[in-house]
């Protein structure tokens, strides 16, 4: 198995989804060994941080890539499995941000009231026992909150020669900030362009569902991918919206405005899916949808909110979505990836 490391530096990061030109160029089958830049380029370092004093808008949400698939057209499908995710610092980072976050005045919601202090918490990771600490500023409450990590940003270049900002979600992936986007998890993501160009970043130590505030547990992450290509055919066309598979779930991300629209985004994806799986007609997916889906919030602050829909393997027959591609990317992950370390 050929293993990439790359270790962007500050000048090569991408900030856009198209319109950037590949970092390197990698075969299906390349596992990929990569460091993230938090999602504020590093700048929040301390409690006493404010946003609007340290904080460069035009540099949020740092990607690393974009990689250029070899053999990958319009109309395939990406795999990306997510073998490994470590923190990159002994702390995370997690602010308010004026005009930012689902229950502040924003520039969506514009109200004649000022939006909420700034004020900024930094996380202790305690590696040994696998936590993050929380210290309120008000009392002396201190919580020792498992550390999830994830990554809030998985995606590709949109189609149609679009560019499009690491802050937005949509049908390319993106800023979706969905924790299951975790490792062991493999993202299926429609190729819009030659070679993809997908980037990933905005690692996550911990999130909660919504990710209310706008900003979740922030910090640099060491990254182990493995990536593959399925071409395109009518028994495997290339998802409408972003897909996700575990070990025990199957989810489909939407992403729009209102809320309710991202929601169904995911759930006519995920209809989409059971059909492809288990030769469902529509109707027959939806009522089976109807009673078995989970729908947790993903992000309900970006440009798109993003919602999932997921149902659990255990409540279905047996299936090999795209020929039993995310079971074999397990299975490379355990016997190669983490050998050539």
Partial sequence: ???????????????????????????????????????????????????????????????????????????????????????????????????????????????????????????????????????????????????????????????????????????????????????????????????????????HYRQGEGESCGTAVEGAMDVVLLVELIKASPQSPAPAWPRIESDTHYAVVGSSRPLEDAWRASQIGMIAWLGELYGLDRLDAYQLLTQISESPLANVVDTNYSAVTKVAKGLLPAGAAYGGVHRHLREQSRCRCESSR
């Fill in 1 to 203: 198995m050929r293993v990439v490391e790359y270790r962007p530096e500050r000048h090569q990061f991408a900030w856009t989804f198209g319109g950037v030109e590949p970092t390197h160029r990698v075969a299906p089958g390349t596992c990929l060994r990569l460091w993230t830049e938090d999602a504020f380029s590093g700048r929040l370092t301390r409690t006493t941080d404010r946003p609007s004093d340290v904080l460069d808008m035009s540099e949020v949400n740092p990607q690393t890539g974009p990689f250029f698939v070899e053999g990958a057209e319009p109309g395939d499908t990406l795999a990306l499995h997510i073998v490994d995710l470590t923190p990159a610092r002994d702390w995370g980072a997690s602010t308010l941000i004026p005009f930012f976050g689902a229950l502040s005045v924003t520039d969506r919601t514009a109200l004649l009231h000022d939006p909420l202090p700034e004020r900024t918490w930094i996380y202790q990771l305690d590696r040994a026992a696998g936590t993050v600490l929380f210290e309120a500023q008000s009392t002396d409450l201190r919580l020792e909150l498992p550390c999830n990590p994830m990554l809030g940003t998985v995606g590709v270049a949109p189609p149609g020669r679009e560019v499009r900002s690491s802050l937005v979600p949509d049908v390319f992936g993106g800023n979706m900030d969905t924790p299951e986007m975790k490792p062991g998890a493999t993202c299926y993501l429609q190729v819009n362009v030659d070679g993809a160009l997908f980037s990933v970043g905005d690692g």
